[in-house]
C-alpha cells in the first residue's frame, strides 16, 4: 500500500504533562522566579493525579533547575531563576541524547569559537589578554610533562577568549560542547603517536589567534580560530562529515 508512513505513536506519561503545563508557566512568565507552586495536595486535584506522579513531576521539574523543592516543606515548590548551571546541564543532556555526530559538534565549535574571538577582539581588556598569555605558557611548559597539564591550560585559553566575549551563551555553550567533542576523542588523542608534534601546533594556533585579538583583529582572530579547530580535530572526523566542516573555511 502506497502512502506516507507513520512513526508508532509514544505513550505519554501523566507526570510529562505537568512537567510541560509548569515549563509553559514559567516560559510564559505566569510563574515568577521566586513564587511558589500550590502544595502538592493542590497540584493532585487540579491535574487530578496520585501524589506520586505530582512528586516524579517536581524531581524532573528540579533536576531541569526550574524548581526547588524541600521533603516535608508544607509550602510548594519555589520557582527559581535562570541560571547558567541549569542551561549548561540542559545542553549536556540535549547533545548526548539527540547523539549528535562528532562532526556537527566539531563544527558547533568552529562557530561558537570563531565568534567569542570575534568577540574578545573588540571587547577584551589587558587583564584578559594577561589570562590568554598566561595559558599559553601554561601549555608550552606541559609540552614535555603532563598532557591533562597541557589540556587544563588549553581550556584555561579558551575560558578566557570566551570570557572576554562578554556573551554567557557563548561561554556555556563554548564549555559544553567541549567537553563533550573530548570525551569522544580523548583516548584517541591519548594514544597518538605525534601527540607532541600537535601540542606545539596547538600552541602555535593560539600564540596567532592571541596576536589578533591583541590587534583587535576580529575577523582575522576568528579565520584563525576557525582553521584551528579544523586543523585540529578533522582527522578524527568521519570523511562524509569533512565537506561540513570545510564549508566553514570559505
Not at 510564559?28 to 516524579?56: I, K, N, W
Request: hydrophobic share 45%; net charge negative; aromatic share 4%.
Amino acid at each position: 500500500m502506497s502512502g506516507p508512513r507513520f512513526e508508532p505513536v509514544r505513550t505519554v506519561r501523566a507526570y510529562e504533562r505537568i512537567v510541560e503545563q509548569i515549563e509553559e508557566a514559567v516560559e510564559s512568565g505566569s510563574l515568577q522566579p521566586g513564587e511558589r507552586l500550590p502544595s502538592e495536595r493542590e497540584l493532585m486535584a487540579q491535574f487530578a493525579v496520585s501524589r506520586s506522579t505530582v512528586r516524579e513531576a517536581l524531581r524532573v521539574l528540579q533536576a531541569r533547575g526550574l524548581v526547588r523543592s524541600r521533603p516535608g516543606d508544607p509550602h510548594g515548590a519555589e520557582v527559581l531563576p535562570f541560571s547558567p548551571a541549569a542551561l549548561h546541564k540542559s545542553m549536556t543532556t540535549l547533545a548526548r541524547v539527540d547523539e549528535l555526530s562528532l562532526g556537527e559538534l566539531v563544527q558547533f565549535r568552529m562557530v561558537l569559537d570563531a565568534s567569542a574571538n570575534l568577540l574578545a577582539a573588540r571587547l577584551r581588556t589587558d587583564e584578559e589578554l594577561a589570562e590568554m598569555a598566561a595559558a599559553i605558557e601554561r601549555m608550552r611548559a606541559a609540552v614535555a610533562g603532563s598532557y591533562d597539564e597541557f589540556s587544563a591550560a588549553d581550556v584555561a585559553f579558551h575560558d578566557a577568549v570566551a570570557g572576554a566575549s562578554r556573551n554567557k551563551l557563548i561561554q556555556i555553550c563554548t564549555d559544553v560542547v567541549r567537553s563533550i567533542v573530548l570525551d569522544l576523542i580523548a583516548e584517541k588523542i591519548a594514544a597518538a603517536a605525534d601527540r607532541e608534534a600537535l601540542m606545539r601546533q596547538t600552541i602555535r594556533h593560539h600564540e596567532e589567534v592571541l596576536a589578533a585579538i591583541r590587534a583587535g583583529e576580529g575577523l582575522l582572530a576568528a579565520r584563525l580560530s576557525r582553521q584551528s579547530m579544523y586543523d585540529y580535530y578533522v582527522g578524527y572526523v568521519p570523511e562524509e562529515e569533512r565537506p561540513a566542516l570545510r564549508t566553514l573555511l570559505e
